[in-house]
């Protein structure tokens, strides 16, 4: 645990008056939305529908076999996008399956790079300062 951002983030107003407890659990929730920058191959994998894939294309599915082989993919990558959008088509489960991996949600403790607080670490910080 890194006792000085913990106790930097924990002399914020938005701590006072909270307990040990209370404050924690304000560091835990995952309320945070961030954009997700990659995923595996078998992230793809699971995302597809295989119905929907059955009707690919030759040259679709070719593409699709690329992409699910590499270790990672760029979700926040232009021709990432481009081309799963281009296979899946508006309306389709893949298509919603794929946007919805593309960001997730992230707790201030992992923000600050903090392992998960509990209520023995916020009352440690606090008595830094």
Do not use: C
Request: avoid cysteine; charged fraction near 15%; proline fraction near 3%.
């Amino acid at each position: 645990m890194n006792y000085q951002v913990l106790a930097a983030e924990l002399a914020l107003p938005a701590y006072t008056g909270l307990s040990d407890q209370a404050a924690a659990d304000v560091l835990n929730i995952r309320n945070i939305a961030v954009d997700v920058e990659g995923a595996t191959g078998a992230d793809i994998l699971e995302a597809t529908v295989p119905t929907e894939y059955n009707a690919l294309a030759a040259a679709q599915k070719d593409v699709w076999r690329a992409m699910i082989v590499m270790p990672s993919l760029r979700l926040d990558g232009a021709n990432t996008r481009a081309f799963l959008a281009n296979m899946f088509g508006a309306g389709t489960q893949t298509r919603a399956n794929l946007i919805a991996m593309q960001s997730g949600l992230t707790s201030r403790a992992a923000q600050l790079g903090l392992p998960r607080v509990g209520a023995h670490h916020v009352a440690q910080a606090r008595e830094m300062n």
